[in-house]
T-cell receptor
Framework: GAGVSQSPSNKVTEKGKDVELRCDPISGHTALYWYRQSLGQGLEFLIYFQGNSAPDKSGLPSDRFSAERTGGSVSTLTIQRTQQEDSAVYLC?????????????FGSGTRLTVV | SQQGEEDPQALSIQEGENATMNCSYKTSINNLQWYRQNSGRGLVHLILIRSNEREKHSGRLRVTLDTSKKSSSLLITASRAADTASYFCATVSSNDYKLSFGAGTTVTVRA
């Protein structure tokens, strides 16, 4: 597609439920990131995929969070047993490899609200 | 933890004035990028400067990079109300190519 697509755009869930957030990167982009942004805050790194390399999961805040990227394209971020502190906007970004010349293209994000 | 720190946290200027914001970082970088965010949703890439470059221009934007001081600045000239947004610097580490963001500067341009 023309841009990075994230779905759903908004998600309200009850505490304790599992949620799945989806990211469709730009075709051909091998690098994909997930970030989390709480209200009025900066971007918190969650996980980084680069081609077929093992993902960098060092930013995942707990074992309730996991992410996968199937076929080097679509990525899904899963949060199990959601807590109220998980409420945030979850942003996905993709790019060509190594970004010597290109910045990252961001999706519009998924606003997650845990009630 | 965040790689970059932006200064100031917030900036309010009159339309037509210039806006300058600074970013400092900690580790060796491959390049540094600036992004704009409106209304707390997706970020838009503005400009990228490589570690071997010192200055770069794009329209009304001017970015400088001083790798010896591990700092960068973003200048927006002749600001417009539409420039009201949050601006973030982001660095790509030369070790693992990870993209890390600063906390951002909120710019308000008054008409």
């Amino acid at each position: 597609g023309a841009g990075v697509s994230q779905s759903p755009s908004n998600k309200v869930t009850e505490k304790g439920k599992d949620v799945e957030l989806r990211c469709d990167p730009i075709s051909g982009h091998t690098a994909l990131y997930w970030y989390r942004q709480s209200l009025g805050q900066g971007l918190e790194f969650l996980i980084y995929f680069q081609g077929n390399s093992a993902p960098d999961k060092s930013g995942l805040p707990s074992d309730r969070f996991s992410a996968e990227r199937t076929g080097g394209s679509v990525s899904t971020l899963t949060i199990q047993r959601t807590q109220q502190e998980d409420s945030a906007v979850y942003l996905c970004a993709s790019s060509w490899p190594w970004t010597d010349n290109y910045g990252y293209t961001f999706g519009s994000g998924t606003r997650l609200t845990v009630v | 933890s965040q790689q970059g720190e932006e200064d100031p946290q917030a900036l309010s200027i009159q339309e037509g004035e210039n806006a300058t914001m600074n970013c400092s970082y900690k580790t060796s970088i491959n390049n540094l990028q600036w992004y704009r965010q409106n209304s707390g949703r997706g970020l838009v890439h503005l400009i990228l400067i490589r570690s071997n470059e010192r200055e770069k221009h794009s329209g009304r934007l001017r970015v400088t990079l001083d790798t010896s001081k591990k700092s960068s600045s973003l200048l927006i000239t002749a600001s417009r109300a539409a420039d009201t947004a949050s601006y973030f610097c982001a660095t790509v580490s030369s070790n693992d190519y990870k993209l890390s963001f600063g906390a951002g500067t909120t710019v308000t341009v008054r008409a």
